[in-house]
Each structure stands twice: as structure tokens, then as C-alpha cells.
């Protein structure tokens, strides 16, 4: 969608990555190590005064004992954290937990891993009541439609029957890409006796652990009784020092299971970047400040992007983490997301994702027999300049005048 939107000169929304620069101090440290180094191969699994900072970090925002010789791996992003630890504790045959909508790679790592992927599905309960509503004849009914979606939820239930049938693992995104879903600690507790229960493993994803919205709060699920044990953590730097393209991701885990992601991160990539590491650390070493002026500055952009789209009487998610919004296409008959999403890049001037993507569940309106197969849903996403999605919102003004001429 970046090349589509790139060829019809279209803003884009799609792919999750800032239009604004880095922090100034972490550009500035890179300036001054191109000139004194390091440049050649860090240790195999971080440079040390990298793991240390992070060791500290982690340790502050977690209030666990994190260890940076014996807990951490350094990793070429998230990417390659998510599937060492994946290589680590799922063996080929095993099945993997994962819950439906989710970003694509973790279906790509259980396969990759040789395990079978099992969805569970996470249901956004407003979006049946909108859908269904759509389809009243009462227009002061249908008009219910227009307002943002709920929290999506999932069945306990589902997600037991999942590892009572051999799931080894479940992927935990947390906050949620792309529903930007944050767990509560209720939820997290249901998932974690569930986990040890059956003598499971969670694998997270938590690269938004920073991007969350007032009032909600993210848990690490590692923290919660039981848990440390069966966690084994995956972020990165990426989104909270906005370099996604450092590649700068991690594994945290008890020793015994880090000893093993040392051996497959080896195999994979060697090591992560040495200079980039070094210029890195600085920002681990932020003070409490810097986190708090991020999620100001990302709840600035979500009220600005969503308050447009509401003015404009879309119907989409409204996120408690990270920094997408899931946008309710139906009203235009789209069967195709994937086209719907080339003709708004054409047409519209706005690049999204196709929903499709992220979904391998169908959604069940009522009581009805027949699924809905998820086409009617598109990304966008927010961590922009404010000129960049005023930009944005302009143009998506026109969409329902202009969708008139849609051909789904």
C-alpha cells in the first residue's frame, strides 16, 4: 500500500511509521559515533551497555528483577524477536494460539516454525449492533451506525479450547495492532490461568507498551503471578523513539529460555547494528518525562485524526493504544477491500490497509447462522504531523460524495 500510495500521490496512512523526526539527542549521539565507532560486530546478543540501559529500563516500568546478562537478547527489530522466540518454544507440529485480528507476521512465524496457527477471534461487539442497524428500514435507526466502534473482547472459552487441543503458545499483542485493543489485567489474568493451566507459554508483542490512552493502562502480562516463567517478551525501539527503520528490537525472558533465543538469534542475524545500539541507549536512558510527552503527543493526534472522522459521520474503532484506527467501509458496499483500498488511494488520495489482512475469523451478527467475512474493514494509521493528517482529513472529507461513483 506504501508503493500504491506512492503512484497516485496519495497521503499515506498505511504503513505504521512517523513523519517526524527522532528524538534529538539519539540523532545527535549517531552523528558523533559515524566518526568514532563502533562499527564492527557487537556481542552476539547486544552490545552490553545497550542491555544495561534496557535492563533498567524495563526493570522501572516493570518492577521486575530484569537481569541484562542473563534476560535479554538483542535483535534486527521485533520481527526477528518474535520469531526467535517463537523458534525457541514451539516446535514443528505444535499449535500456536493467535488472537484474530492480528499484524500478519505472526501467522508467517507459526508457519515458518512448522506449527499450525489457531485464531481466536476478537469481536468488536458494536460493530455487529452498527451493521445490523444498517440494514433497518428506520433511518433515525441506521443513523446509529455512524459512531465509533467499542473494545473488542474474546471468549475465554475459545481461547481454551485452543490449548486444550494442543496449543503450545499464545501471541499476545498488547496494546493491539491493528485494533489498537488494550488488555485489562482481568483479561490478562484469564489468558495467564489459562496459559499455566495447560502448561503453555505467551509469546508478547508490546512494541505500543508506551502508546496507550488515558484511561487505560498497560499490564505486562510477565508481571502477573505465575507468569514470568511462561513470558517471553518481544518489542522493540521502533515506535516509542519513532526509528523504525534502526531495526532495534528485543527478547526478554528467564534465563533458561533466553539461553535457547541466543542460540537461534546467532543463526538468524548475528547481532543487531553496533552503532545503532550505541546511539540508542541514550534514549533508554530517558527520563520518566519523555514518556509522558509521548503519549501526549500521540493522544493529540488521535483526538485530531478521530474527532475528524467523526465529524464526517464515519463509523471506526476508537483505539485505547497504539495509533490505528479501523475504518467501517460497508456503507459502500465494498466486497473487495483490497480494491476498495486502491481506489481511495487513487481517487480519494489516501492510503489505507486492507482489513482482510489482519483477520482470519468471521464475525457473527446476532444470533444469525452465516458469518461475515471481514471485507468492510480498513486501516489507517495516525503517527503523523498535524499538517500531514489535516492534510488527510481534507481529503477525506469528500469520500462519501465522492464514493457515490464507487464500482465495488
Not at 59 to 75: A, E, F, M, R, Y
Not at 141 to 148: D, F, I, M
Not at 237 to 260: H, M, N
Amino acid at each position: 500500500m506504501t508503493r500504491i500510495s506512492n503512484k497516485y500521490g496519495a497521503i499515506n496512512l498505511s504503513q505504521g511509521f512517523p513523519d517526524f523526526d527522532p528524538p534529538r539527542e539519539i540523532t545527535n549521539r549517531l552523528a558523533e559515533i559515524a566518526n568514532v565507532g563502533p562499527h564492527q560486530y557487537a556481542i552476539t546478543w547486544g552490545a552490553q551497555n545497550f542491555r544495561e540501559a534496557l535492563a533498567k529500563k524495563q526493570s522501572h516500568w516493570t518492577g521486575l528483577p530484569i537481569d541484562p546478562d542473563k534476560n535479554i537478547v538483542v535483535t534486527c527489530g521485533s520481527t526477528e524477536a518474535m520469531m526467535a522466540a517463537m523458534m525457541t518454544v514451539v516446535n514443528p507440529g505444535d499449535k500456536v494460539a493467535i488472537f484474530s485480528p492480528f499484524y500478519e507476521n505472526y501467522t508467517a512465524d507459526t508457519i515458518l516454525t512448522g506449527a499450525e496457527p489457531v485464531y481466536i477471534p476478537l469481536v468488536p461487539p458494536t460493530l455487529a449492533y452498527s451493521r445490523a442497524c444498517s440494514r433497518l428500514e428506520d433511518s433515525k435507526q441506521a443513523s446509529v451506525s455512524s459512531r465509533s466502534i467499542a473494545a473488542f473482547s474474546f471468549d475465554a472459552n475459545l481461547l481454551e479450547d485452543a490449548f486444550r487441543n494442543g496449543a503450545k503458545a499464545l501471541v499476545l499483542c498488547n496494546p493491539s495492532n491493528p485494533c489498537g485493543k488494550v488488555f485489562t489485567r482481568e483479561e490478562l489474568q484469564t489468558i495467564a490461568d489459562i496459559v499455566i493451566k495447560y502448561d503453555g507459554y505467551v509469546i508478547t508483542d508490546e512494541v505500543y507498551e508506551h502508546i496507550v490512552y488515558a484511561p487505560h493502562k498497560h499490564v505486562y502480562i510477565s508481571t502477573l503471578p505465575g507468569m514470568w516463567e511462561r513470558t517471553i517478551s518481544c518489542s522493540s525501539l521502533s515506535k516509542t523513539y519513532s526509528i523504525t527503520g534502526w531495526r532495534l528490537g528485543y527478547v526478554i525472558a528467564p534465563e533458561r529460555i533466553i539461553d535457547r533465543v541466543k542460540k537461534v538469534h546467532d543463526f538468524l542475524t548475528v547481532g543487531a547494528a553496533a552503532p545503532l545500539m550505541e546511539a540508542a541507549t541514550v534514549g533508554l536512558r530517558f527520563p520518566d518525562s519523555y514518556y509522558d510527552e509521548l503519549q501526549a503527543h500521540y493522544t493529540h493526534m488521535k483526538q485530531l485524526f478521530c474527532n475528524g472522522l467523526k465529524q464526517f459521520g464515519l463509523t471506526f474503532t476508537d483505539p485505547q493504544g497504539a495509533y490505528y484506527v479501523l475504518l467501517d467501509v460497508s456503507k459502500y458496499g465494498v466486497k473487495d477491500d483490497l480494491h476498495f483500498c486502491e481506489w481511495l488511494a487513487e481517487h480519494v488520495g489516501v492510503g489505507a490497509v486492507p482489513g482482510s489482512c489482519f483477520f482470519r475469523e468471521s464475525f457473527r451478527l446476532g444470533d444469525e447462522a452465516s458469518g461475515m467475512d471481514v471485507h468492510h474493514l480498513i486501516r489507517f494509521h495516525f503517527a503523523k504531523r498535524d499538517e500531514t493528517l489535516n492534510a488527510a482529513l481534507e481529503r477525506l472529507s469528500e469520500l462519501d460524495s465522492k464514493a457515490k461513483h464507487y464500482q465495488p
